[in-house]
Structure formats: C-alpha cells, structure tokens
C-alpha cells in the first residue's frame, strides 16, 4: 500500500483509491491497511472456517434492505423496519430478527442459563392473538378491550402492555406484597372495607368521618391518612425534629432568620427595645411590611404601635403632637419616666434624653418649649400647638 494522497487512500486487497472515509480505525486511532468492505470480507472468512472447524453451520448473511424493508435472519421474511426490535449496534437502530424472532431466541437463551444454574425454568405463557380493529386481549382477564384501556408501555411498538390497567394494578400490588415479605418479612395491610364516607386514621387507629380528617388532593379519598388532631401533633413533631423549635421554624417562614440570629440582634442592641429603649422578657422582629426587610427587635407595645400605625410618619407625627396638647408643656415630659430611673437618681438609659430632644425634630425643628408651654402657640383650627 501506498501513502495517502490528498485525502484517499489505497485498500491493500482490492488495491483500489479510496476515501479515508471507506476505511476503519483501529483502537490507536490509526487506519486498517484494507477498506470496510474487504475488512468485513476477511472477517466472514475466518468466522466461517472457525465455525466449520468446530462443527457448527455458519450463520446466514441476509440481504441488504429494500424500500425500507428488511428480511429476517431466522424467519426469513421481509418485513417493515418497525416490524424488527431497536438496535443502537446497527445504522438503521434495528436488530437483525424480527420482534417474534428476537422473543423467542430471549426466552431460549434464558432457558439454557436456568439450566447451567440449575434453576428451574418458568413456565411461559402462550402469546394472545392480535389486535383488531384497535382493541386487544388482556392475558389476565382475557376481555378485549381498546387499546387506551390498557397500561401503557415502552416496549411495545403501540405503546400499551399486554394487561388493562385494573389487572396491572392488581399484579402490581401482588408484587409489591411479595417483594415487602421477602425483603422485610411482614404482609402489607390490605384496604379495610367500610361505609362510605368512613375512614380509619392511621395513628390512633380510630374510625371517623372524612370531614375530620386533612384534605390531601393525590389521595383517592381526598383526605391524609391522619385526622386533624393526629396531623397537627405529627406536623409539630416533624418541625422539632427538623427544626429544633417552632419559633425556629416561623422565624426562618416569616423572616429568614434562625433563633441564633436574632439572639445575635438583640445582643447588639444591647438587650433593649430599638424604640423605647426598655429591657424586656421577649423580642418581636419588626420588619418592612413592603420590602419584607428586617429592621430591629421591639418590644411588644413598641412592635404592636408600629403596626397600627401601618409605618405611616405623618400619622405618628399627628400621635405626638396630640399627646403633647393634652399633657402639657413641662421638660419632664420630654424625658424618660420616674420608673426608669435607678434608686441612686441616675439615668438608666442616657441616651433617653437625647430621644427626647429628637422628638422635636421630628415636628419640625421647634424650640424646646418651657414651662407651661413657652414658645409654642395653639392653632384655633386644629387644637395644635404651633410655633
């Protein structure tokens, strides 16, 4: 053989110019010395002089495929492509037997290895007569029924088994009993038969009406297999265990946070509500109703004013201009009160007395007013103090 030239190559048997696309590849990636066709011809030489040495008829070659047809190798039919099993060893992705052919040599070669293993061999059913007319004769119930009756398949060529689909139900479940015995050694409970709107809760063991029992949509009954009391105790056991506590379990709902976490916020706010200031039993996360953004930990009447007040600035304005109308104008009362105050007379919170001259930003930039409320006059409309 010579060396390639411009992309051909010489076959060292035929000594024909050939494409290197007509040759094979070994598994080093380099290419056989003669073309495909004189390769596979070597090939069926030396299977048939091996076949011949050990006594055994050499298998036949069929023809090659004609108008989407292809001839059996057992058979000897030709036969539609879709007639012959999927291959992904052969370029039309079909087999060389028919369907029929390719069963019954399965079912041979499964029965010579029960043999070797001495096993005993099971017995095989009879194959059903076909389809007419688009119906098809269940193995078990032996009814015909149409073919959209039955359970679907992948194997088949028309996508349906060879049992309806009460029957495969019934099969299947004989097999997941067997299958439960052998691997676990106990029987699965069979359905208990009661009257009609009647269900047995699986954990108390109680027979009761549908309608105290949890609504579940993928069930055939619509219902859970637990009644509400038995639900709600098992739903809590599950969020514990998972969890580790139902406030975890809201926290990390509603907020995103997790207990560790707002102990953390609480720890740098140094134990104190972030409006009043006070030290309390217990925290509430106070967060944007919109952007759902945590701003701080408030007490309960801090957190409960923000929230009917619905965040609104220009109505908590009003709130505090009206409380100081009706309480009067003295310093003290722009200041934390006398039960805030430690015994040895000195501020609990000194950052109290800032707050309070804060308030009157808010309203403004106004002066601290004086005693008796110098600085500040009433509003004949609204009641209101004004500058």
């Not at 292809?70 to 039919?77: A, G, H, I, N, W």
């Not at 009814?143 to 019934?170: D, H, I, K, V």
């Not at 098992?234 to 707002?262: C, F, M, P, Q, W």
Request: net charge neutral; aromatic share 8%; charged share 30%.
């Amino acid at each position: 053989m010579t060396d390639d030239q411009a992309g051909i190559r010489q076959c060292g048997q035929c000594k024909e110019w050939l494409p290197t696309g007509e040759f094979k590849k070994n598994q080093n990636g380099y290419f056989y010395s003669s073309c495909r066709e004189c390769t596979n011809s070597l090939a069926r030489e030396r299977y048939r002089s091996k076949q011949q040495e050990a006594g055994k008829s050499p298998r036949k070659v069929a023809p090659e495929d004609q108008d989407g047809r292809r001839m059996c190798r057992d058979c000897e039919q030709w036969l539609s492509l879709e007639d012959f099993s999927p291959s992904k060893h052969q370029k039309s992705g079909r087999a060389s037997y028919c369907r029929l052919c390719m069963n019954r040599r399965n079912r041979d070669a499964a029965a010579a290895k029960a043999v070797e293993e001495g096993r005993e061999i099971r017995a095989i059913r009879p194959r059903g007569p076909d389809d007419r007319d688009g119906e098809r004769m269940c193995r078990d119930c032996e009814q015909w029924l149409p073919l959209e009756g039955f359970a679907p398949s992948s194997t088949r060529a028309s996508g349906y088994g060879s049992y309806c689909q009460p029957c495969m139900n019934e099969r299947t479940k004989a097999s997941y009993a067997k299958r439960v015995f052998e691997e676990e050694g106990r029987e699965v409970r069979k359905p208990e038969e009661l009257p009609d709107g009647l269900k047995r809760c699986a954990r108390c063991d109680e027979v009761k009406e549908l309608a105290e029992f949890v609504k579940a949509s993928r069930t055939v009954t619509g219902t859970h297999s637990y009644c509400k009391p038995c639900f709600n105790v098992v739903a809590r056991e599950s969020v514990i265990k998972i969890h580790g506590s139902t406030r975890n379990y809201h926290l990390i709902r509603r907020y995103d946070l997790t207990e560790v976490e707002v102990a953390a916020k609480i720890e740098e706010q140094g134990g104190m509500c972030a409006i009043c200031g006070r030290r309390r039993p217990s925290f509430h996360v106070d967060h944007d109703h919109e952007t759902g953004k945590v701003r701080g930990m408030l007490c309960f009447n801090c957190n409960n004013g923000l929230g009917h007040f619905k965040d609104n600035v220009e109505v908590m304005r009003a709130a505090i201009e009206y409380v100081i109308d009706h309480y009067g104008y003295h310093e003290d009362a722009r200041y934390v009160p006398e039960d805030m105050i430690d015994p040895k007379g000195t501020w609990v919170y000194p950052e109290q007395q800032a707050r309070g001259d804060d308030l009157w930003a808010i309203l403004g930039n106004l002066e601290p007013p004086g005693p008796a409320g110098e600085g500040l006059e009433r509003d004949s409309s609204t009641g209101r103090g004004s500058p």
